[in-house]
T-cell receptor, first 116, second 115 residues
């Protein structure tokens, strides 16, 4: 069963628009971690944020903000005033303890294209 | 080293050949993970090492895949008798400890093409 669902496969916006990337997760654990990664065309996975299940505070980092809501099992990511350099594939991931350590369960990713 | 190093960065091999992929984690990182990224399957977890031990190998796609880690450092992922469906980018990540409350650092990956 898919543990992390990113329903938006592709999103295209014009520069300076705000865009929200959705992430819904599924777990029975009370302790877990949620992540967002960015994968630009170069291919490297770039860490953006980690949130633990006990901390529902929203976070803002520059143009990026994250909305964690346990009631809806969602961890959405908003880019304000998008820029061309934001074009990338964004992955949401869930980490929970198992025999595989804290392996990351990734969503399928959302491809964001920001055009000038 | 400063980051997670993977080699080779690119590998083209003929179907049926064996390949060995290497991951050199950040010094002191005890947890090491292998993932595979392919067009059809997205990012999938393969195997986890805590030190030199891999508690669960069920994530490996088939018995042609094996992995080891020696000295709590370098890890190798070996694919025997490669098939075209093995073509993917193989990513390695390491972490300071096995708990999820610290970050993972990913390498740049090895792009494997089986022809």
């Amino acid at each position: 069963a898919q543990k992390v669902t990113q329903a938006q496969t592709e999103i295209s916006v014009v520069e300076k628009e705000d865009v929200t990337l959705d992430c819904v997760y599924e777990t029975r654990d009370t302790t877990y971690y949620l992540f967002w990664y960015k994968q630009p065309p170069s291919g490297e996975l770039v860490f953006l944020i980690r949130r633990n299940s006990f901390d529902e505070q929203n976070e803002i980092s520059g143009r990026y903000s994250w909305n964690f809501q346990k009631s809806t099992s969602s961890f959405n990511f908003t880019i304000t005033a998008s820029q061309v350099v934001d074009s990338a594939v964004y992955f949401c991931a869930l980490s929970e303890w198992s025999n595989s350590g804290y392996a990351l369960n990734f969503g399928k990713g959302t491809s964001l294209l920001v055009t000038p | 080293g400063a980051g997670v190093s993977q080699s080779p960065s690119n590998k083209v091999t003929e179907k049926g050949k064996d390949v060995e992929l290497r991951c050199d984690p950040i010094s002191g990182h005890t947890a090491l993970y292998w993932y595979r990224q392919s067009l059809g399957q997205g990012l999938e977890f393969l195997i986890y090492f805590q030190g030199n031990s891999a508690p669960d190998k069920s994530g490996l796609p088939s018995d042609r895949f094996s992995a080891e880690r020696t000295g709590g450092s370098v890890s190798t992922l070996t694919i025997q008798r490669t098939q075209q469906e093995d073509s993917a980018v193989y990513l390695c990540a390491s972490s300071f400890n096995p708990t999820g409350n610290v970050g993972y650092t990913f390498g740049s990956g090895t792009r494997l093409t089986v022809v």
